[in-house]
């Protein structure tokens, strides 16, 4: 079934059929609705607009109105074949419901949200006083590899009960530039929890550059697989991981910078694979990780900025690491968690990185030996310099 969007003098009421997992339907409320609310010209003229309600499963292209206001009171997923479009410029609030409310990019659907240094695209929540775990956040599901099945098969998100994963590393799931998601990260339960963007076997054809997770509940950015590469990462006050990768990711992660709140976790959460599952593929995560600060709240007990474990793999290059008691936490084992042994085959090593107001630079926890100037390649200790956020994230970007 194939439904157009008419908006013009009266929005028109559409429903549209859930699928199983229990999703809104989609709600396009009428002008007869109270909560709809005419955004009329001075002096009472014409009708410049709307407050439109969404939320449900679309089987058809939807393209937002800038002219329009927009409400996801909602899970509004879109379904394989279709495109949504938000136009630069636009704030799209979320009712403060938790985790039920979200947008999903199915498989074989996209996004279009180009927003520009000057007109950046927000997410947020429309509580008169926000707060983290408002609502849900960005579900994007790809088609590329994940390690949690095998080769070719799919798996199913934590959120939405969506499938994702499979053999095409170079899928597509659209374009997401200068967006901002705030006040995200609403739990389901212990188990099942929203972060600010979830990429769960999204494919590197997708074009993800200046994007912020603000203040969440959970993870401010979290790879499920897929070989998706992102550039330019604000994670800020996330409560959770700021930025956190398992299943086999192995895109590239270029240009972040993260800083914690009070009690947050770690910076960077990095699994080779999803041990409350299986490492059905037998490969390990393997990203690229270039031109990163992270600004910790000083250098207390307990605190990590990087936590590598259940085999990771991945390249560090340019890290700039300020204010916790560790720097790289190394966790693993001589079976299926081989962290150590990707640091001495030489697919886990860090080059130039610069450590201040930290108590150890490297722990090992892995089982296996190696030096820390040797082995794990911390060649060009003192040299790094960051990224350049402030640059960069000029004009659209919120940092406090």
């Not at 410049?48 to 969404?54: D, H, K, M, P, R």
């Not at 009712?95 to 979200?102: C, L, P, T």
């Not at 603000?214 to 993870?219: A, I, R, T």
Request: aromatic content about 8%.
């Amino acid at each position: 079934m194939k439904n157009t969007l008419i908006l013009g003098a009266a929005i028109v009421s559409m429903l549209f059929s859930c699928t199983t997992d229990d999703t809104a339907d989609i709600i396009i409320n009428d002008n007869s609705d109270n909560s709809i609310t005419n955004n009329t010209t001075p002096g009472g003229g014409t009708p410049t607009g709307q407050t439109i309600y969404l939320a449900g499963n679309y089987d058809s292209d939807l393209t937002l109105d800038p002219i329009n206001t927009y409400i996801l009171n909602g899970s509004l997923i879109m379904l394989d074949g279709t495109t949504l479009t938000i136009p630069s410029g636009m704030t799209i609030k979320a009712s403060s419901s938790g985790a039920s409310v979200y947008i999903a990019i199915s498989q074989g659907a996209k996004i279009i949200a180009s927003g520009t240094p000057t007109e950046p695209i927000v997410l947020t929540s429309n509580a008169p006083n926000p707060a983290a775990g408002d609502w849900g956040g960005l579900i994007l599901l790809g088609k590329a590899p994940i390690n949690s099945v095998v080769a070719g098969a799919t798996s199913t998100s934590e959120i939405a009960s969506l499938p994702y994963g499979g053999t095409d590393p170079a899928d597509n799931s659209g374009t997401i530039q200068y967006l901002r998601v705030e006040y995200s990260g609403g739990a389901a339960d212990g188990q099942s929890e929203n972060n600010g963007l979830s990429f769960y076997g999204v494919g590197n054809g997708t074009t993800v550059q200046y994007i912020e997770s603000f203040e969440g509940k959970d993870d401010g950015l979290e790879f499920f697989g897929g070989t998706v590469n992102v550039s330019y990462i604000y994670s800020i006050n996330n409560q959770d991981d700021s930025i956190d990768w398992t299943e086999g990711y192995s895109g590239t992660i270029t240009h972040a910078y993260v800083k914690h709140g009070p009690d947050h976790d770690k910076a960077f959460e990095c699994d080779g694979y999803n041990t409350d599952f299986s490492n059905a593929a037998g490969y390990y995560s393997k990203p690229n990780v270039t031109n990163v600060t992270i600004i910790g709240q000083g250098n207390t007990s307990g605190t990590e900025a990087i936590r590598l474990r259940a085999g990771t793999q991945g390249i560090f290059n340019n890290i700039l690491i300020q204010g916790f008691e560790e720097g790289f936490d190394l966790d693993g084992d001589a079976g299926d968690n081989p962290t150590g042994a990707g640091v001495v085959s030489g697919d886990l090593n860090v080059t130039n990185v610069t450590f201040t107001d930290v108590t150890t630079k490297v722990k090992n926890d892995t089982g296996v030996s190696f030096n820390i100037d040797g082995d794990f390649i911390i060649s060009g200790d003192g040299n790094a310099t960051g990224t350049d956020y402030a640059t960069w994230g000029a004009g659209w970007s919120r940092v406090e």
